[in-house]
């Protein structure tokens, strides 16, 4: 905040008002605090985004920020998130623009993403339950996801009620509370995915080389081949 009482709200790439972009082999990270200060941001009115092989590390916020108004179908695939101080995916506000068009128009498949932090999180699945009752159909597709928090805590994964709102399918998990954790997934795997050298980040996709898993991860041989 300024001396003039201006908030910054900054994210690090940012999409908005586009159709088919495409965001790819990017390094976002320093994010300091503000209104969002995530890695990256699918805002309104998007459509066919493509989020991929992307590395998002030590920022405020979190990985991604995606908006709820006016977006259709996302990708984000192949994207590691490394010592984030913030969820995983954050859902944005609608607003006051409450209407048919945008209730159910966004549509996000979610697959063979890493996320580990050793930082403090709310939520990894954060969700605007304010306008949860607007929903009306499941729109969020999860699988082949590595989330893995060891930050000393039982870490909240999300509330039940945006887990009826996604599907998902041969994720791990580790260093979360069972009870938040979706409930009656095909194939979930709840156990420490085993990293080669884990708890480390830096500037470079060098750094991401600690990230690969063990010979004897639980993960290796288990993920969902479409």
Not at 22 to 47: H, K
Not at 98 to 110: I, K
Not at 123 to 145: C, G, P, Q, T
Not at 178 to 202: A, K, R, Y
Request: charged share 20%; hydrophobic share 35%.
């Amino acid at each position: 905040q300024s001396d003039e009482g201006i908030v910054a709200v900054y994210v690090g790439i940012w999409v908005i008002w586009s159709d088919d972009c495409v965001i790819q082999y990017n390094e976002s990270y320093g994010q300091g605090l503000s209104g969002d200060a995530q890695g990256f941001d699918i805002d309104g009115d998007c459509n066919r985004t493509l989020l991929q092989y992307n590395y998002s590390h030590d920022n405020a916020g979190g990985f991604l920020l995606c908006m709820l108004h006016y977006n259709g179908k996302a990708t984000v695939r192949y994207n590691v998130s490394i010592n984030d101080a913030g969820s995983f995916l954050k859902y944005g506000m609608l607003g006051d623009r409450r209407n048919d068009d945008m209730r159910d128009g966004l549509e996000l498949d979610v697959y063979n993403n890493t996320y580990f932090t050793t930082q403090s999180v709310k939520e990894i699945m954060e969700y605007d339950l304010v306008n949860y009752e607007l929903r009306e159909k499941i729109y969020a597709h999860f699988r082949n996801n590595i989330f893995c928090v060891k930050n000393g805590t039982n870490a909240t994964f999300s509330l039940m009620e945006a887990l009826k709102l996604m599907q998902f399918e041969n994720n791990c998990y580790y260093g979360f509370s069972g009870s938040t954790l979706p409930n009656g997934e095909v194939n979930q795997i709840i156990g420490d995915p085993m990293f080669i050298s884990e708890g480390t980040s830096g500037e470079g996709f060098d750094a991401l080389e600690g990230y690969k898993l063990r010979a004897d991860s639980p993960c290796l041989g288990c993920g969902f081949i479409s």
